[in-house]
């Protein structure tokens, strides 16, 4: 792992790297809506079933950055995550099961690369 992480600065809420800086990342369970984890992240909104809002605790430069996600359930499977609105004091995620509906699941992350 030498080399990938270049500096962590908390001052600035980013993680620097080589090819890219994380700017926020979380993790939450959406059945008891507890936050697990989170990073340069005020706050996470239950929206609606499958879909929440990251609110950033200092803003993107930009609104041309990444999310990276994930969402599953070990007894219910694999979901897929993706972006509704992507804005640079927050972003909508839509956590999707295998039929394609949403659903909440109890483990997910995210992270901002720009």
Not at 50 to 59: I, L, Q
Not at 81 to 94: A, C, I, N
Not at 96 to 107: A, I, R, S
Request: charged residues 15%.
């Amino acid at each position: 792992m030498s080399g990938i992480v270049n500096e962590i600065d908390s001052r600035s809420h980013i993680i620097s790297g080589k090819d890219g800086t994380i700017r926020a990342h979380c993790s939450w369970n959406q059945y008891s809506f507890a936050e697990e984890y989170k990073f340069n992240v005020a706050s996470i909104t239950d929206d609606t079933t499958g879909r929440v809002t990251v609110t950033f605790t200092h803003n993107m430069p930009t609104t041309d950055y990444c999310v990276v996600g994930n969402c599953g359930d070990g007894n219910a499977g694999l979901g897929a995550m993706g972006m509704v609105t992507k804005l640079v004091g927050s972003v909508t995620l839509t956590m999707v099961y295998q039929n394609g509906t949403e659903k909440d699941f109890p483990d997910n992350s995210m992270a901002v690369i720009v």
